[in-house]
């Protein structure tokens, strides 16, 4: 569906509210396709997530097998400067040393940097694709979608949780609730400002990463709406050489914004999983 | 690389996260508020307690982070 077709019919809202829209089963309203219980599957966001990810795996294998130490290809030259760079920032931040830690690292950077990129990917393209196969709702960038990014920030905070527990043992886990931050004398006040405390790291992950991406996607939204709104007739010459300047501007700036939102998750996974392997803090 | 396990340096790093930390915090709060009442079935007390707790926290730790780090 094209911001015409839908501005003609329906208006700016419903094209909007389209584009936001997951393909949704299982457990879904049927007026509003939102998901309606926990058992709800995004279907969109499981594609593009699992499809990204298998490239991952794809071009790792491939690349592995082809690697040369004599005559490094391009490609092999591009992907052992991400790895430098990923493996630089975890030795300057990583306290002591644990084999899981960057590849972990690498795998969310790169990860969350592809299923950002899917934002770039003009707006209308994939749903009027998926729209040719009968697939009326595509939602294409899963970052986009609080499931996806509260997904991985829950599993961070899995193996904060499990970190802590592992090198402080259980008891000196908990002993960080009792006296952190006002001392021995409001030992309940304490517990629910650092219960509060833990809490909100995986809350600021997945939120600032959904937010981002859910606003810039909005944006590439709106720009795709003068073209389709305010372009008839002899205005086109206007409205259609501005939708384009817009559209290029946010596009690159937006370039830096899914590189830094990639960059941000990667660092702040490194660092609270940093902070779960000291012993004070 | 020699790591010193006592004195970490998150300080620069963990900067990324201050703007956040300091909104994430009060929202954690209401969270953890709106679970203990649905529990206590004691709605708005403990949402509103923690609440504010989870914006004094996040001033604190925001306060501590531009200071000296965590």
Known sequence: MSANENSSGGGTVEYIQHHLTNLCAGDCDPVTHKAASFWAWHLDTLF????????????????????????????????????????????????????????????????????NFMDLIPVDLLPVIAGLFGIQYLK???????????????????????????????????????????????????????????????????????????????????????????????????????????????????????????FIFMVLTIVYLGMAHVEDH | MAFDMSKPDFSGLALIGVGTMLTSMTVAGFLLGYGVDKWLDSRPVFMLLFGALGAVGGFLKVYKLLSRGI
């Open chain 1, 48 to 115: 593009f997530s699992i499809v990204l990810g298998a490239l991952i795996v794809a071009v790792s294998w491939r690349l592995g097998k082809n690697l040369s130490a004599d005559t490094p290809s391009g490609f092999q030259n591009f992907v052992e400067s991400i790895i430098e760079f990923v493996s630089t920032q975890v030795k300057d931040t990583f306290p002591g040393h644990n084999p899981l830690i960057a590849p972990l690292a690498l795998t969310i950077f790169v990860w969350v940097w592809l299923m």
């Open chain 1, 140 to 262: 294409v960038v899963p970052t986009t979608d609080l499931s996806t990014t509260f997904a991985m920030s829950l599993t961070v905070f899995i193996l904060i949780v499990y970190y802590n527990v592992k090198i402080k043992g259980v008891g000196g886990y908990l002993k960080m609730f009792l006296f952190h931050p006002f001392g021995k004398f409001l030992v309940p006040v304490n517990i629910v400002m650092s219960i509060i405390e833990e809490l909100a790291k995986p809350l600021s992950l997945g939120l600032r990463l959904f937010g981002n991406l859910f606003a810039g996607e909005l944006v590439f939204l709106l720009i795709a709406l003068i073209g389709g709104t305010l372009a008839t007739g002899l205005a086109a010459l206007f409205w259609l050489p501005l939708q384009v300047v817009l559209d290029l501007g946010w596009l690159i700036f937006h370039l830096l914004i899914i590189t830094l939102q990639a």
